[in-house]
């Protein structure tokens, strides 16, 4: 098998993954309607934020004895999420608003469609949260609100304190991102600036009914984390966000506003989030519709059908992308010699989501792109292996490019450009790098957002 054909083994791998979590399919999976009887089913679900894992829950709905049905939602992949709920639904949804990043929107009929900014929240995206905050306070106890989320709605779905403006949130996350803070730390700061995220949403949805469907983008799938958790309770505090901020060493950081705000939290002069066992919980239900073992095992599918040996090797994959980069590369390079994970040729599976802390003067690229980049160096020379880090929402960090197909002769390449693999990996500027050598993925946006997938593959 040449090096041309395994690197197309590895993106026929990584579109196979790609259609099994597209939120369409998925959502339309998850409903099903027999005259005026709805059967929602989820992978698990929260009731009453209570964090318990349910095996295949089903809400069973007579939509004849409902009053006004609507739909909203935030995400990079809400836009088909809605579309599909148009059509199970027909004329039974009356309307609603889904707040979904620029360039991720599909034609909806009845659901409004609102392009914002992602991952720096941006003026559009508060005043589409702001268009479903009224539509939501609007109901009444007989009505029914869908929440559609998927990874992206922290950013795309927000309203601040009256204290706190836009450019303050903005400095916040980019010093949080640039931090190297995981995205289940961003979320507890998040959560605590917001009066929409950790259960907000669902609180200004009562008394209505509220029935939200998640597409996970968050290791384990915690809901709270998921979007930051905008309709179960959260079990964070003003104090577990000042901690993240002072721990991650950018308390100095942040804006006067988001410290004292955060300050009279603590005190108790700002109200909490809500909590667990808060009333009127139990109209609201959270259930999971997808995740990232879905594309895992649909890689793992198409790398069998392709007579690669598939092994999932993780689902939970994290850490910094260059070291993760490089131990994956080893753990390639060994696994072709002796057979310690697969028989050639293989298919190693990897699903999560590392990150980046960044220096002083970063360059362009991405999580996906760095640890490309970093493996490169590691396989430098080898014969026979390539590896693929991707993002399933199509793009990685602030640029056009889902990640980074790279094999033995990338260094080579690059260097045959006057370029220095090192250096760029260095400077986090992957970007440049992976385009001149020809390793960049790009994918465009793929409606979709289930974290990161990384394929070994071995001739």
């Known amino acids: 098998m040449s090096i041309s054909d395994l690197r197309a083994r590895a993106l026929d791998v990584f579109s196979a993954a790609l259609d099994a979590a597209h939120p369409h399919q998925l959502i ?21 934020g209570l964090g318990l894992k349910e095996a295949a829950p089903v809400i069973e709905l007579d939509l004849s004895g409902l009053g006004r049905v609507v739909a909203v939602g935030a995400g990079k992949a809400t836009a088909p999420m809605a579309r599909a709920l148009e059509e199970v639904l027909e004329d039974r949804l009356e309307g609603g608003v889904v707040s979904v990043k620029y360039g991720h929107g599909c034609e909806l009929d009845r659901v409004q469609l609102r392009e914002a900014g992602h991952p720096i929240p941006d003026q559009a995206g508060l005043d589409a949260t702001a268009e479903i905050l009224d539509l ?38 980019d010093v949080l991102i640039g931090s190297g803070a995981p995205i289940h730390e961003i979320n507890v700061v998040r959560k605590h600036i917001s009066r929409v995220k950790g259960g907000q949403l669902a609180r200004a949805a009562s008394p209505a009914r509220v029935i939200a469907l998640v597409l996970s983008d968050v290791i384990g799938d915690p809901l709270p984390s998921i979007a930051s958790g905008p309709t179960v309770p959260d079990p964070s505090t003003f104090a ?11 308390w ?11 300050e009279r939290g603590v005190r108790g002069e700002v109200p909490e989030t809500p909590k667990p066992g808060e009333e009127g919980w139990d109209r609201h239900r959270t259930l999971l519709v997808g995740n990232s073992r879905l594309a895992v095992e649909a890689a793992a599918d198409r790398a069998r059908s392709l007579r690669l040996r598939p092994r999932v090797v993780t689902t939970i994959l994290e850490g910094e ?61 080898s014969e026979g292996l390539v590896l693929l880090s991707g993002g399933t929402d199509g793009t990685d960090g602030p640029t056009d490019a889902a990640g980074g197909l790279v094999d033995g002769g990338t260094v080579a390449r690059g260097r045959a450009e ?21 390793d960049l993925i790009r994918t465009g946006p793929t409606m979709t957002n289930v974290m990161d997938l990384v394929l070994l593959l071995s001739e």
Do not use: W
């Not at 753990?331 to 220096?359: H, R």
């Not at 996906?368 to 020379?381: C, D, F």
């Open 28 to 48: 339309r999976r998850a409903l099903q309607l027999q005259g005026t009887i709805l059967r929602v089913q989820g992978v698990y679900g929260v009731q009453l």
């Open 136 to 173: 939501l306070e609007e109901l009444g106890p007989e009505d029914l609100a869908f929440v559609l989320i998927s990874g992206g709605g922290s950013a795309l779905l927000d309203a601040y304190p009256e204290e706190i403006v836009l450019e303050d949130a903005r400095r916040t996350f």
């Open 240 to 250: 577990d966000a000042v901690g993240v901020l002072k721990d991650r060493g950018v």
């Open 252 to 262: 100095d950081d942040v804006p006067v506003p988001v410290r004292e705000h955060l």
């Open 321 to 381: 992308a260059a070291e993760v980069g490089a131990r994956l590369a080893g753990l390639l390079k060994e696994s072709s010699a002796t057979g310690a994970m697969a028989e050639p040729p293989f298919c190693l599976i990897c699903g999560g989501e590392t990150t980046v802390t960044l220096g002083p003067s970063p360059g362009r690229g991405g999580r996906n792109q760095e640890l490309a980049l970093a493996a490169a160096l590691e396989l430098e020379g």
């Open 418 to 438: 006057g370029m220095e693999a090192t250096d760029h990996l260095e400077r986090h500027d992957a970007y440049p790098f992976l385009e001149a050598t020809g």
